[in-house]
């Protein structure tokens, strides 16, 4: 009897044991959670953070996700360390771009982020600045910031940045500097010759800080700025010392909602810009509306502008598709430039290449389709290989830009070479120089621009000094003929339509084009002789001519005048 109650019993003991391991099993264990969860788009970290602020007490969860310009320098006035001396400055100029996100542990959110510090090493590599990758926490009870490097990972330079890919003003800052300031390729390298590549390994980089609101002084009274302030420090790892002294940190949040302003402020611009453009483009088409005057206007130039119109549209549109926040104003402006190459200059561009072929109109429409073919595959194997030049040249990206920016030269030569009677007009002239100057001057030139683009005054004057020089000779040749410049000596030898003839042959004195009479004996400047021997009034073979370059009376070509 005691032998069968021992047994139940020890079942009923088993029984209990599995169901309480089931149970431990299957229950989620909260405190095991990993800190960090899924990122969040900035819309949905700032309604979160508003969220715990209703719900937690007497304490307001500030979300501090942003970017932060402040300065650093050495507590001791000079780095005392002799570990690494490539700090050789005192103090500069720091960016702190962070992203905070919300945890299931109360009052804690995970950042990542980085730290730029400028003006930093002197050395022989010319790295003027230190990349430090951060990753930590922020307990928002207490305002405390905790960051450590996140260091001794082999990253390539697209993983680097992944943390931030929700931070518009960190995009917009990458991708102007990575098309006007250096590649990839080139950041990655640099980032391998710099001395922090080093420090990383071997030291342990610790960012203790201070958080605290402070109110705007501008006229939004209502918002509010974050500001920080706190120490770094570099212990070594084992008992090789501190790497460098220990650095105070301060920093202020950036106010995005005036970056976004800027943005939406150069969009306009841009699309204003493309606006007049168009104008200017229809004021020259109308100018030289006929075969004669379209064969005076160079298709390199043409073709050249129209190029740089189609970089600037994929440039825009690229930069609202990465900053989705911007997209409508960037696609505005990528629009108006699509429209300006896409429709009016490539128009144009057909209509000067109809009027060097007058030969071709008459022949059958497989012919001019080959023509057709073969111009456009031209246009469109330039803008690639442009593209790939302009990414294995990168470094070389203002040489570049003024190259680009020549595009008044091959009008210049083309007036030289077919000694063309004003083939611009002079409202095009001054008004493409003036719109195709504001955005490299807002990019090189503005000091306060949204693309952070450090200002390169010397550029800016050489590319203002080689667009006027530029307008200032067309316009010459515009008002006082298109070889003015040129000496004489070097001209090559021009037909003169005024010169003598045989008055003892008979020929027919009637011109042709007003049918009246030619008094053979009045001056010769009042009467023209083409090459094939036909004659006809100054003013009526002029104004022909400004028509077509052809002889009225046998349709051959003629030489200008």
């Known amino acids: 009897m005691k032998k069968r109650e021992i047994l139940g019993l020890g079942f009923e003991w088993q029984v209990i044991f599995w169901l309480s391991i089931w149970l431990a099993i299957s ?12 990122t969040r788009s900035w819309s949905d970290e700032w309604l979160f953070g508003r969220k715990q602020e209703a719900e937690v007490g007497p304490f307001s969860a500030w979300n501090i996700t942003g970017t932060y310009r402040g300065t ?21 100029n720091s960016v702190v ?7 299931k542990i109360t009052g804690v959110h995970y950042v990542q982020g980085v730290v730029v510090f400028h003006d930093v090493f002197d050395n022989e590599q010319n790295v003027g600045g230190a990349q430090i990758n951060l990753e930590g926490v922020y307990i928002w009870p207490f305002r405390q910031l905790r960051l450590v490097a996140n260091s001794g990972k082999e990253s390539d330079s697209g993983q680097e940045d ?11 800052g990458i991708f102007s500097s990575q098309v006007f300031q250096e590649s990839p390729r080139d950041r990655l390298l640099k980032r391998k010759l710099s001395p922090v590549n080093e420090m990383e390994k071997h030291c342990n980089i610790e960012i203790a800080a201070q958080v605290s609101r402070v109110a705007s002084s501008e006229n939004n009274g209502d918002k509010n700025y974050y500001y920080m302030e706190g120490l770094m420090e570099s212990p070594g790892v084992g008992a090789d010392g501190d790497c460098f002294s220990p650095l105070f940190l301060n920093a202020t949040s950036v106010n995005v909602e005036v970056y976004y302003n800027k943005a939406v402020n150069y969009t306009l611009m841009v699309t204003f810009v493309s606006f007049l453009q168009v104008l200017l483009l229809i004021r020259q088409m109308e100018h030289g509306n006929t075969q004669s005057g379209a064969a005076k206007v160079s298709i390199v130039m043409i073709g050249q502008q129209a190029i740089m119109d189609a970089y600037l549209c994929l440039l825009h549109l690229t930069a609202g598709i990465l900053v989705e926040s911007l997209f409508n104003a960037f696609a505005t402006a990528a629009f108006f430039k699509f429209v300006v190459f896409s429709i009016f200059e490539m128009r144009y561009l057909l209509a000067i290449w109809k009027a060097t072929r007058p030969s071709n109109s008459g022949e059958g429409w497989e012919t001019m389709r080959r023509e057709l073919s073969f111009l456009y595959s031209r246009f469109y194997g330039l803008l690639l290989g442009g593209i790939l030049i302009m990414y294995q040249f990168h470094n070389y990206m203002q040489p570049i830009l003024l190259l680009m920016y020549s595009f008044w030269i091959p009008q210049i030569v083309a007036n030289v070479v077919r000694d063309s009677r004003k083939p611009l007009h002079p409202y095009y002239i001054l008004g493409m120089t003036a719109t195709r100057l504001a955005i490299p001057l807002y990019v090189f030139g503005c000091p306060h621009n949204f693309m952070r683009v450090e200002p390169n005054k010397v550029w800016c004057i050489c590319l203002c000094t080689s667009m006027g020089l530029q307008a200032v000779i067309l316009l010459l040749q515009h008002y006082f003929g298109s070889r003015c410049f040129v000496p004489r000596q070097m001209l090559p030898e021009k037909y003169n339509y005024h010169r003598r003839f045989n008055r003892d042959v008979s020929r027919n004195t009637d011109c042709v084009i007003c049918m009246t009479a030619i008094d053979l004996r009045q001056h010769t400047s009042d009467f023209m002789i083409t090459p094939c021997e ?6 009526c073979l002029q104004r022909w001519m400004d028509i077509k370059m052809e002889c009225p009376t046998c349709r051959r070509s003629l030489p200008p005048a």
């Open 97 to 103: 771009e962070l992203v905070a996100v919300p945890t």
């Open 534 to 539: 036909h004659f006809f009034h100054s003013g």
């Open 72 to 92: 650093w320098k050495f507590l001791n006035s000079v780095n005392s360390s002799s570990k690494f001396q490539d700090f050789q400055k005192e103090n500069g």
């Open 162 to 172: 992944n943390n931030l890919l929700s931070n518009p003003y960190h995009l917009l």
């Open 27 to 38: 229950q989620q264990a909260l405190g095991l959670r990993p800190i960090r969860e899924k």
